[in-house]
């Protein structure tokens, strides 16, 4: 009986990740498209209908391409950098909270806080590896950026978990039966979304890719799959944390096809922030984790668990 678990979590775990790289192909072609219209302009519509066959042909090509490495290059930790790096993307999704046969623990919340710190060291290593000034700029800017970051995300779900009393994922949607934390946290909820800007280097936060002063930042020496394996591990990582934020705030059933309308609507809105907003200046980021939303978290951390106390004891 064990075994046939077992199977069923391996085979289930697998099917989720098939459909998380096809959605992350989806993805990319998605934000071409917006970006096209926000710039008055055509997307990829080329290849197949309205362009559907586009993310493919761009895996295809970005694959069996010759993959180059610098001379100078730490040459092992060059080449698995790229590796780990989507691997604990895709890790991530494992704590997503099913209701049938798969890894749905107790922990999650735990287990997401500590494979998003894992990734640190990828792009570190990744941006060191690489033996070039402008690697390494972008990959020290990033794993600042990352470990500010994480300090205000986990105050700020400090809040959310305080109120659930519990670090399970799917209690959360037992909690927004009634009202949405996004009425409830509306503040939280903001700076949540945010910090997962930042988290995820994505604009106006992607000083790790600053182009006009750092090339192309971390992954400037990489090319073919292995630069194919961090465009892959961001947007897995957008993905990732736009379900989250259906979960925290949004009140989203799993078994709901709302569900995904309300996964679509925030990956859109990481797109429509990207092609919206300007770049940050990297002294103002990192003004707005210390100096403002980790104050503000934490005096919204101690009313939280005050209003908590108060609801247990009468």
Known sequence: MM???????????????????????????????????????????????????????????????????????????????????????????????????????????????????????????????????YSLLGSLRSVAQTISYEVSLFLILFSFLFLILSLDLSVLYNYQLNIWFLFLLCPLCFMWFISSLAETNRTPFDFAEGESELVSGFNVEYSSGGFAMIFLAEYASILFMSMICCLLFLGSDLLSWLFFIKLIFFSFLWIWVRGTVPRFRYDKLMYLSWKIYLVVSLNFFIFFFGLKLFSLIF
């Open 3 to 133: 075994l046939k678990d077992l199977f069923l979590m391996i085979l289930s775990s697998v099917f989720l990740l098939i459909c998380v790289l096809i959605s992350v192909a989806f993805l990319t072609l998605m934000e071409r498209k917006v970006l096209g219209y926000i710039q008055i302009r055509k997307g990829p519509n080329k290849v197949g209908a309205m362009g559907l066959i586009q993310p493919f042909s761009d895996a295809i090509k970005l694959f069996t391409k010759e993959q180059n490495y610098p001379f100078m290059s730490n040459f092992n930790l060059y080449y698995f950098s790229p590796i780990f790096n989507l691997l604990f993307s895709l890790l991530l999704w494992v704590c997503m909270p099913f209701f049938t046969v798969n890894f749905s623990f107790n922990l999650s919340i735990l287990f997401f806080l500590s494979i998003s710190s894992l990734s640190v060291y990828s792009i570190m290593l990744a941006g060191w590896s690489s033996n070039s000034n």
